[in-house]
């Protein structure tokens, strides 16, 4: 299930560096990643997507 709270902390705590790193220029309070088979349509995403894709290796995926 996506929506537990354990699964929240394991990717918060796991994935917090390039998570940070990625999204540093963005002003806004929010933020989607659509990720399409661990891809992003903009390269600056790259290595965000292909991690997300790693760990929960579904085709589609928003975060």
Same mark, same amino acid.
């Given at each position: 299930d996506l929506g537990t709270l354990?699964?929240?902390?394991?990717? %918060?705590d796991e994935f917090d560096d390039i998570i940070q790193q990625s999204l540093k220029n963005i002003k806004s309070r929010?933020?989607?990643?659509s990720?399409?088979?661990g891809q992003n349509?903009?390269?600056?995403?790259?290595?965000? %997507?292909?991690?997300?894709?790693?760990?929960?290796?579904?085709p589609f995926l928003r975060v």
């Amino acid at each position: 299930d996506l929506g537990t709270l354990q699964l929240v902390r394991l990717v %918060s705590d796991e994935f917090d560096d390039i998570i940070q790193q990625s999204l540093k220029n963005i002003k806004s309070r929010e933020f989607i990643l659509s990720i399409y088979f661990g891809q992003n349509v903009a390269q600056k995403y790259k290595e965000l %997507s292909a991690i997300f894709y790693k760990h929960f290796q579904v085709p589609f995926l928003r975060v």
